[in-house]
């Protein structure tokens, strides 16, 4: 996330007098919101206005106490609806939350038109189609994946002005397979599902207990010319 920081501070010095406005489409509980927040305010005194929409009204708890806003420097807002809003800002963040929209190129258009200002970034947290977190076992899909992305901006010729690879070893702790909350949380993210049954968790337990793995995360970040 460090880097994230610094690619979006050497990108957006000429956009704003130190401030910026962000969007996070799929923010979950808040915890990439609230790391990159700091990291831009601690490495680059940026200061940043955040929109949060998340689908999944029971993360909006833990959402808000990950994001709470600070004054007027670091104001927060929960957005119910980005598409038929007048929302203006400099980034757009998805945060491994594209394998859930549907329609995505379409989604990914409208916030390059209507949503970015001059200047403005699109910043993708992704996983590569072969990775091991889309299990034929859990049967969800590989949809939204770097493969896509990088499709997307290719046919609608978007410029691509970061590719990084993140390698992180998972292992996974077993007390945290007995978080009731996580399993659950965890469930619903893997799965791409609004709502879990116990079968589902169960499912999912039985394949994190075994997994031990190697993720790739693809950081792609596309500017608005």
Avoid at 2 to 29: F, Q, R
Avoid at 76 to 82: E, M
Avoid at 165 to 193: A, Y
Avoid at 204 to 214: A, C, K, R, S
Wanted: aromatic share 10%; net charge negative.
């Amino acid at each position: 996330l460090a880097k994230v920081s610094d690619d979006l501070a050497s990108n957006l010095t000429l956009l704003s007098d130190n401030k910026i406005d962000i969007l996070d489409i799929g923010a979950g509980t808040g915890t990439t919101s609230r790391d990159i927040r700091r990291l831009l305010f601690q490495r680059h005194k940026m200061l940043s206005n955040w929109h949060l929409f998340e689908p999944d009204k029971d993360a909006h708890e833990r959402l808000m106490l990950n994001m709470p806003p600070w004054g007027d420097s670091f104001q927060t807002t929960l957005v119910n609806d980005y598409f038929n809003s007048n929302l203006k800002c400099d980034v757009v963040l998805f945060s491994h939350s594209t394998y859930y929209i549907s329609h995505l190129e379409k989604t990914v258009k409208h916030i390059y038109d209507h949503v970015l200002n001059d200047n403005g970034l699109i910043v993708f947290f992704l996983m590569h189609e072969e990775s091991p977190f889309f299990s034929k076992q859990l049967l969800n899909h590989s949809i939204g994946t770097t493969e896509d992305i990088l499709s997307i901006a290719k046919k609608l010729n978007y410029n691509i002005c970061s590719n990084a690879e993140v390698r992180i070893n998972i292992f996974w702790n077993k007390d945290l397979l007995r978080d009731e909350d996580f399993l659950f949380n965890i469930t619903k993210f893997i799965l791409g599902f609004k709502n879990v049954s116990t079968s589902d968790v169960q499912r999912t337990i039985q394949y994190l207990e075994t997994f031990q793995n190697e993720l790739v995360d693809n950081i792609l970040i596309i500017k608005r010319d």
